[in-house]
Each structure stands twice: as structure tokens, then as C-alpha cells.
């Protein structure tokens, strides 16, 4: 069997649906696992949101020691967290960035990103359809064939 691709989701994710669904959609974040459940096929996944800073860096790090790709949605964590960006900065795997919205054309403290810089690649203002996207770029990197 080979090794998960961690999905990780930041701060307030877990109110998607629900919270500010002009931007974000009216997709749970459920609903975005179970479709990229689907999309994986026999590729393990490994789907995880907190609200907390430090239990995301700990996963980043336990996805680089035990998965094979992270895709990532640091939410808020992006714009503030220079933790978020030293744990990928160490990541031995590729990391997939994924926004809902496009951070680049909303709030002016959204400038600013830490994460982007650390990763492999960035897919944002897509809505939901963003993670299947990453999770196709993931395939394509580990060498797997699109189903």
C-alpha cells in the first residue's frame, strides 16, 4: 500500500458551507473529502482540519515523514504564520497550496503569504473544484496514472 497524501485544512474550514458562502461556496469540507476520497482511488488519504497552529505544524511534519504529497489549505495560517512556513520549508514531499477564494484579489492583509514561497505549486480561486485539482497534480507527481 503506499504512503497517504495528507489533506490539511487551517483555521475555520470546518465552517465551510455555512460561513461567508459568497466566497467560499456552499461545499462542507466533508463533501470536498468525500469527492477527493472518489478522485484518489486506491490512493490513500489522510484528511485532517484543526483550528490550531501548532497541531497543522505538527502534521505538515508527520506528512513529510509518513505521506507521500501534502495538499494544504492553511486558511488564515497563511497570511500570519511563519511556523506554518518553517515546517514546509523542511517538508521532504511535494506540497500543493489550495485556496477557495484568491487571496490575491480580497483583503489587503491577504497579501501576504507565508506558505507559497514552501511549496511545490498553488491553486487558488477555483472554489472546491481546487483540491481535485491538487489531488490530480499530486497523481501526476507521484507518477500515477488520472483515473
Known amino acids: 500500500m503506499s504512503k ?10 470546518n465552517l465551510l458551507g455555512s ?4 466566497i467560499y461556496g456552499r461545499d462542507t469540507l466533508e463533501d470536498i473529502h468525500t469527492r477527493l476520497r472518489v478522485l484518489a482511488g486506491e490512493l490513500p488519504l489522510e484528511t485532517r482540519q ?44 511535494p ?26 505549486a498553488t491553486i487558488a480561486g477555483l472554489g472546491a473544484y481546487g483540491y481535485e485539482l491538487a489531488l490530480l497534480a499530486v497523481k501526476t507527481l507521484l507518477g500515477q496514472k488520472e483515473t
Open 4 to 13: 497517504p497524501v495528507y489533506v490539511l485544512g487551517g483555521p475555520n474550514l
Open 19 to 22: 460561513r461567508e458562502p459568497e
Open 95 to 120: 506540497v500543493i497550496e489550495v485556496h477557495l477564494s484568491n487571496p490575491a484579489a480580497r483583503d489587503a492583509f491577504r497579501q501576504v503569504n507565508y506558505v507559497s514561497p514552501a511549496v511545490k
Open 50 to 93: 484543526t483550528n490550531h497552529e501548532g497541531e497543522l505544524v505538527s502534521w505538515i511534519q508527520e506528512g513529510s515523514a509518513k505521506g507521500s504529497a501534502i495538499i494544504l489549505n492553511a486558511a488564515a495560517y497563511t497570511h500570519t504564520s511563519i511556523a506554518v512556513h518553517d515546517a514546509l520549508k523542511a517538508c521532504t514531499v
